[in-house]
């Protein structure tokens, strides 16, 4: 604890770190990057999406970690609280309601994918041997289009999510993420290098890293745009809410430098280990949210040793996720606790039972399960709510985290937090007051009115 404060701290330096790539490494690297490149044609969505992340992201990952440190309350109560001190409206709180509620929708559905990889480890140490890909295709299927299996294993994903974060920053934060995230990065390492002996290696290569400028529609900026800030955890109070517990004497810039370098590491060797398999196996790149889940396991049915890794790499990637709905969980337990006094266990349960009631929509809204056919505006539930969060509540919720700080907070206090070189200040203080506004709202723009 820090002298003066009831607040709970990160023990390190090193600790923060984990907690904070902890929370960007996730799903959103391995299951959701490959698939949304795919998606969008390949390499020209992954050079916009790399531009984002550390263009912009790099510094709304500064200017949210020092909003959250200066505040050390709850997203809410800290953009409430720093208002107040700079004299403008209390009206700005809304980023911070936006960013807890939004962070409470995405877990919803991150539970249920956290859960299909608590699933596909079980199959994984079942065995996948002998699998084609239709075989993968149709065990993938089946899975998601039938209620039981799904919904079992989110609420085992969820309850794990709410253990954790109810014992606390310490107990429970710290202790997950510091050993899941390296074994998971070794992991991911092996398995490019085994898609590279094996598998379509050089088309996989070409697809990810060969743009075709073509491909770059409005829609597509605005994926990239979303995935990156997903990505990041940004304007999701996770970032802020993880400020909050950091001690005034770690830098911030370069702690953000390293967040943004390890996610994006990690995004792009999951995208080295799948594609050479999903080109080796004529599975389609487009072929959306079950990418992931129906190409790995045929390479996992084939490989030496697959049983094994197999199942350790379902493990691991569970773990991703969970060091990332831990984030996600943390900033309306930190609200519940902060504003109302709320004990912390108490909190973990409420919030979490209700994500896990809104997710049950998405489990059943699966194609082929009881709500695959509810659209809500063309799409099935799971895609809406992310529609919501990663195309709307993300980009507004950034542009305004900028806006604020670039124009409504004082130059000298944030120069004080970020504690800068001149030029880096100065660059840092162009982006969030021009470009980060002035690009998302473009983007924006571009998809709403077109
Ligand atoms: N960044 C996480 C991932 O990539 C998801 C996430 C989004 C976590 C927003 C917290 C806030 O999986």
Same mark, same amino acid.
């Given at each position: 604890m820090a002298a003066g404060s009831d607040q709970a701290n990160w023990s390190s330096r090193w600790t923060f770190i984990m907690a904070a790539v902890g929370s960007a490494v996730g799903l959103g690297n391995i299951w959701l990057f490959p698939f949304k490149a795919g998606q969008s044609g390949g390499a020209a969505f992954v050079l916009v999406y790399l531009g984002f992340s550390f263009l912009i992201g790099v510094p709304l990952l500064m200017t949210e970690l020092s909003l959250g440190r200066r505040g050390r309350m709850s997203p809410i109560g800290s953009m409430k609280k720093i208002a107040a001190e700079e004299k403008?409206?209390?009206?700005?709180?809304l980023i911070g309601w936006s960013g807890v509620l939004g962070a409470f929708i995405i877990l919803s559905f991150y539970s249920v994918v956290g859960g299909w990889t608590l699933a596909y480890m079980v199959k994984a140490a079942m065995g996948f041997q002998g699998l084609d890909a239709t075989a993968a295709t149709s065990l993938f299927t089946d899975f998601i289009g039938h209620a039981t299996e799904p919904l079992v294993s989110h609420a085992i994903f969820m309850g794990i999510t709410m253990y954790i974060v109810a014992r !606390?920053?310490?107990?429970?934060l710290e202790k997950a993420v510091s050993v899941m995230m390296p074994a998971l990065f070794g992991l991911l390492v092996l398995l490019v290098a085994y898609a590279a002996f094996t598998g379509a290696f050089a088309d996989a290569l070409a697809f990810l890293f060969t743009p075709d400028f073509g491909k770059l529609t409005p829609a597509v900026v605005i994926d990239a745009l979303g995935q990156s800030f997903f990505s990041l955890s940004l304007a999701m109070g996770s970032i802020m809410t993880y400020g909050a517990y950091?001690?005034?004497?770690?830098?911030i810039g370069p702690s953000a430098l390293t967040i943004a370098a390890a996610d994006s590491t990690v995004a792009l060797l999951a995208g080295l280990a799948i594609f050479p398999i999903v080109f080796q196996f004529g599975?389609?790149?487009?072929?959306?949210? !079950?990418l992931v889940f129906m190409s790995l396991p045929i390479a996992f049915g084939q490989m030496p040793g697959g049983q094994i890794i197999g199942t350790l790499f379902f493990a691991l990637l569970s773990m991703a996720a969970i060091t990332s709905s831990i984030s996600l969980l943390e900033p309306a337990v930190s609200y519940l606790e902060h504003r109302w006094k709320v004990d912390r266990k108490k909190s973990a349960l409420t919030i979490a039972a209700a994500a896990f009631a809104l997710g049950v929509l998405s489990a059943l809204g699966q194609?082929?399960?009881?709500?695959?056919?509810v659209r809500i505006f063309g799409q099935s539930i799971m895609d809406a709510k992310g529609y919501l969060t990663n195309n709307i509540m993300m980009p507004l919720g950034g542009m305004f985290t900028a806006l604020f700080v670039g124009w409504f907070v004082s130059r000298k206090a944030m120069a004080d937090e970020l504690a800068l070189t001149d030029a880096q200040f100065r660059f840092w203080y162009t982006i969030v007051r021009y470009v980060a506004p002035i690009a998302v709202f473009l983007v924006f723009l571009s998809v709403t009115v077109l």
């Open positions: 403008r409206s209390p009206l700005w709180g !606390g920053v310490q107990g429970g950091l001690n005034r004497d770690v830098k599975i389609s790149a487009s072929g959306g949210p !079950g194609e082929g399960n009881m709500l695959g056919n």
